[in-house]
């Protein structure tokens, strides 16, 4: 029976690191802030941004919600982007998505100041990235590697596959274990023999959005499975990618939907504030 890896509690330890230096920083005179963007009445994004509202005011960060109207114009949001960028309260800049259809996401993500890109979505963040040189890592990859890390499974030289190619997980996710050393296989919809490939994975990482995509039979025994999947089912429960009772039986170590991979994104964001607000005080 694996092990579960508890995203609750590693996001807590990662939280109250951040929040000691926070405090650590107000005594110097250095306030740290996060202005959250949220463009129309999308039931999910307004649930995470409450999340990442409540996750700023433990850490002792301040965050400043800007509510816009589902139709707001994408130059009435660039101009509010450009606003943030030059004010000096804000340190991190986050815009949920997605954006209704009348603005270009791209265009808004391309506006954000790199270095108050705490989603590092940005392509200044993005290259940085890829050549291991970088200041922020995306939220979700980052949180990832945490809890891998919280298991003592060294991911040097181990089998690493990647379900997903997307330029939020997918992507950063396979370059962040590239990094560590790992010997990395991307999968997606055009894969051939997905199942084959999955099963010689020492560390699967799953970030398809589709329910319990993930079966006992494409898991290695013995291996780490992180399951990003956020899905909502229509009895409104949350569901991984990953078919966790199944799969449990054969990994050693698991992540739970919820209170796995969720978690860890946010406290991920609380401590790229963090250290957007250093570098931009000359203190990192
Ligand atoms: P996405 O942009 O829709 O990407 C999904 C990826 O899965 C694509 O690369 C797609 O391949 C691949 N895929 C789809 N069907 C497949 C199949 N049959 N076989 C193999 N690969 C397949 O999604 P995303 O933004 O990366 O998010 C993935 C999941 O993670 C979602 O459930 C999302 O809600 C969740 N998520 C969770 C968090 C968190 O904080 N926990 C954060 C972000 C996302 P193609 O590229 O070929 O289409």
Same mark, same amino acid.
Not at 168 to 182: E, F, Y
Not at 229 to 235: F, K, S, Y
Not at 267 to 278: D, I, S, V
């Given at each position: 029976?694996?092990?579960?890896?508890?995203?609750?509690?590693?996001?807590?330890?990662?939280?109250?690191? !951040?929040?000691?230096?926070?405090?650590?920083? =107000?005594?110097? /005179? &250095?306030? +740290?802030? %996060?202005?959250?963007?949220?463009?129309? $009445?999308?039931?999910?994004?307004?649930?995470?941004?409450?999340?990442?509202?409540?996750?700023?005011?433990?850490?002792?960060?301040?965050?400043?919600?800007?509510?816009?109207?589902?139709?707001?114009?994408?130059?009435?949001?660039?101009?509010? !982007?450009?606003?943030?960028?030059?004010?000096? =309260?804000?340190? /991190? &800049?986050? +815009?949920? %998505?997605?954006?209704?259809?009348?603005? $270009?996401?791209?265009?808004?993500?391309?506006?954000?100041?790199?270095?108050?890109?705490?989603?590092?979505?940005?392509?200044?963040?993005?290259?940085?990235?890829?050549?291991?040189?970088?200041?922020?890592?995306?939220?979700?990859?980052?949180?990832?590697?945490?809890?891998?890390?919280?298991?003592?499974?060294?991911?040097?030289?181990?089998?690493?596959?990647?379900?997903?190619?997307?330029?939020?997980?997918?992507?950063?996710?396979?370059?962040?274990?590239?990094?560590?050393?790992?010997?990395?296989?991307?999968?997606?919809?055009?894969?051939?023999?997905?199942?084959?490939?999955?099963?010689?994975?020492?560390?699967?990482?799953?970030?398809?959005?589709?329910?319990?995509?993930?079966?006992?039979?494409?898991?290695?025994?013995?291996?780490?499975?992180?399951?990003?999947?956020?899905?909502?089912?229509?009895?409104?429960?949350?569901?991984?990618?990953?078919?966790?009772?199944?799969?449990?039986?054969?990994?050693?170590?698991?992540?739970?939907?919820?209170?796995?991979?969720?978690?860890?994104?946010?406290?991920?964001?609380?401590?790229?504030?963090?250290?957007?607000?250093?570098?931009?005080?000359?203190?990192?």
């Amino acid at each position: 029976m694996a092990k579960i890896i508890d995203g609750k509690a590693v996001s807590a330890s990662v939280k109250a690191a !951040v929040a000691q230096e926070v405090a650590a920083l =107000k005594e110097q /005179g &250095i306030s +740290v802030g %996060l202005a959250v963007v949220i463009v129309g $009445d999308d039931p999910a994004s307004r649930i995470y941004v409450n999340n990442k509202k409540k996750a700023c005011a433990s850490c002792g960060i301040e965050s400043f919600e800007y509510a816009l109207s589902g139709d707001t114009t994408e130059e009435e949001l660039l101009e509010l !982007v450009e606003k943030l960028n030059q004010d000096k =309260k804000v340190n /991190g &800049i986050l +815009v949920q %998505l997605p954006l209704p259809r009348q603005i $270009d996401e791209h265009k808004v993500i391309e506006a954000i100041s790199p270095k108050k890109d705490v989603d590092a979505f940005n392509a200044v963040n993005v290259g940085k990235i890829m050549i291991g040189d970088f200041d922020f890592l995306p939220c979700t990859p980052s949180g990832c590697m945490d809890l891998i890390d919280s298991t003592s499974v060294s991911v040097e030289g181990k089998r690493c596959v990647v379900i997903g190619r997307s330029n939020i997980v997918g992507k950063p996710m396979a370059m962040l274990l590239l990094h560590r050393n790992g010997t990395v296989t991307i999968c997606h919809s055009r894969t051939k023999d997905l199942k084959e490939i999955c099963r010689q994975a020492d560390i699967l990482v799953a970030a398809v959005g589709k329910p319990n995509f993930v079966t006992a039979d494409m898991v290695k025994e013995g291996a780490v499975v992180i399951d990003v999947g956020m899905n909502r089912l229509e009895n409104g429960k949350l569901c991984g990618d990953v078919d966790f009772e199944a799969v449990s039986q054969v990994a050693e170590w698991i992540t739970p939907v919820p209170g796995g991979v969720g978690p860890m994104t946010i406290a991920t964001l609380m401590r790229n504030t963090l250290t957007a607000a250093k570098i931009q005080n000359g203190l990192s």
